[in-house]
């Protein structure tokens, strides 16, 4: 029996299978052993969501901050632990692991005080003796289903709102990366939820998550994956007309225009590109560089890539850790076959490289001067692969960056007030950087893209009370 349950109704409970937590940096090291929740436990722990959703829905906002301020300063404390825990599992350096683990530290502090501030309107109305009353309610059961890149802080950018909003939480978490997920349901087991308040159910996306899109005591669903769940998860939603949230993927564009500081630009290339080993949806994979800097800027970007470290996530001066998975990596690999086939240059790394230890080492690949049509630009790769391509000019640039099906984050490099701001005006993406990475985002701020990326309303910030409520006109008569 696995040491590490699923949590349902205020009880651990084996599960008859298994997940294996396997560390891609060293594949001979297994984490843990997880309980695998199967359809009948989703099941049982939606009931025990559905069954505590009414009382959680009026309960007192002092309690629901007391617990989530709680769970945050717990995370806080034991971020170092969490982060080494969560490398292990994932594979992302040990600093970006403990950086992701404070994250949702803060988050739920963020949240914690949002519960004190759910906010309504009061309104005149158009009949005399009438006042109307515009208030913020709990939609319910909610469905969480993340992704294995973000292992702790993509679940608490969910979990927290959720339950700040006065929902009840059905969490169920990628199979790849149990370990931070169970750390942090075991944190909210102990925040003084009542029971069925908060569930977790790891298990497989096709039954366990499959149960929960089925079932019509989940009111909603905040997923973030790959375009092609994220579909699955829009047909079964709106077939049975529950909300949806949707966060998918990226083909982020970062601009470098010939006016830019060029040190800060190769060094947002390089961090938007390559580190969490590209494994973030807000990746810079398209590198669109003002034709008259081009070469230049490759040269520079390519010795710096060249001199990043790939390595053991948690050995000391790695830059670039592991690739996920096999199936990640056999992706990558692909990916790299199908530029060079294509007839993209590939100027340094995409070669596959051992360490001490067995792992997914791969070194950080850079095509230059591609077209932007080429599948390794429309496509997203989510690895360690970054392309350059070339515009004559701004407008071209533009053009280019929003020449994708997706629209999360857009960079540009500049040192133009004009280009900037044209470019903010007419990014077509939900974020839009300038002299920054386009990754790297505030925990206090809507996140979420334009197009493809993304669908429905935001997360994160006061915007997240957009997805987790429900709204309730009061007419009130004399
Ligand atoms: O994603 P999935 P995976 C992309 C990236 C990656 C690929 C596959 O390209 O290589 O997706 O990753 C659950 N009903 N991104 O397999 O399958 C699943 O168990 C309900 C980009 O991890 O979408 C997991 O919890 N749930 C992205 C979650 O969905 C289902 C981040 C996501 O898994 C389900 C992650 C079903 N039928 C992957 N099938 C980004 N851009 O941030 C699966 N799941």
Redesign the pocket.
């Known amino acids: 029996m696995s040491d590490f349950q699923n949590y349902i109704d205020g009880k651990w409970v084996s599960s008859p299978a298994q997940i294996q937590n396997i560390n891609p940096s060293d594949t001979n090291d297994i984490i843990g052993d997880y309980a695998r929740a199967d359809k009948a436990q989703a099941e049982e722990a939606i009931a025990a969501a559905s069954a505590a959703s009414e009382s959680w829905r009026r309960s007192n906002i002092q309690q629901r901050f007391d617990s989530l301020d709680a769970i945050g300063t717990e995370i806080l404390a034991r971020k170092e632990e969490l982060g080494r825990l969560l490398a292990r599992e994932e594979g992302k350096t040990l600093p970006e692991a403990i950086g992701e683990a404070a994250r949702a530290g803060q988050v739920f502090k963020f949240f914690a005080g949002e519960a004190l501030r759910i906010q309504g309107e009061f309104m005149s109305s158009v009949r005399p003796g009438v006042e109307i009353e515009i208030s913020r309610e709990a939609v319910g059961v909610v469905g969480i ?6 292992p702790i802080a993509i679940p608490a950018w969910k979990i927290a709102p959720a339950l700040a909003y006065g929902n009840t939480v059905v969490f ?5 990366v149990p370990g931070s997920a169970w750390a942090l349901s075991e944190i909210v087991s102990r925040s003084g939820l009542p029971e069925g308040v908060f569930n977790l159910v790891a ?4 039954e ?3 149960a ?2 089925d079932d019509p005591r989940v009111n909603a669903v905040s ?8 579909a ?2 829009a047909g ?1 939603c709106s077939a049975r007309g529950a909300k949806f949230q949707l ?4 083909k982020n564009p970062l601009i470098v225009l010939a006016d830019a500081d060029m040190d800060n630009a190769v060094a947002c290339a390089l961090n938007g590109a390559y580190f969490s080993t590209g ?3 807000t990746a810079s994979s398209r590198l669109i560089i003002e034709a008259s800097v081009h070469d230049q800027f490759v040269d520079a970007l390519k010795t710096k890539v060249e001199s990043l470290t790939v390595g053991n996530a948690l050995d000391e001066g790695t830059q670039i850790g592991p690739v996920v998975d096999q ?2 990596f056999d ?1 990558n690999a692909r990916y790299l076959d199908i530029g060079k086939s294509e007839g993209a240059d590939l100027v340094c790394g995409g070669d596959i490289v051992e360490r001490k230890t067995p792992g997914f080492y791969m070194t950080p690949a850079l095509f230059a001067d591609t077209g932007n049509d080429m599948r390794v630009n429309q496509e ?3 690895g360690p692969v970054a392309t350059t391509i070339k515009a004559g000019d701004v407008e071209e640039a533009l053009a280019i960056a929003n020449d994708t099906a997706f629209g ?1 984050s857009a960079g540009l490099c500049t040192t133009s007030l004009k280009s900037a701001v044209k470019f903010k005006r007419e990014s077509r993406a939900g974020m839009v950087m300038v002299n920054l990475p386009t990754a790297g985002v505030d925990y206090h701020v809507p996140f979420g893209g334009a197009k493809g ?1 993304s669908f429905g309303s935001r997360e994160q910030g006061r915007y997240a009370a957009e997805f987790y409520t429900t709204v309730k006109t009061a007419y009130l008569g004399a």
Do not use: D
């Not at 169920?172 to 790849?176: I, N």
């Not at 997923?223 to 994220?230: A, C, D, E, P, R």
């Open positions: 289903i993340t992704p294995w890149n973000f169920k978490p990628a199979e790849l298990g497989a996306g096709r366990v998550g499959q929960m899109l997923f973030t994956g790959s375009v092609g769940t994220g699955a998860v079964a966060e998918m993927g990226g494994q973030r949806c199936r990640q992706q997203e790769i989510f999360l990326s």
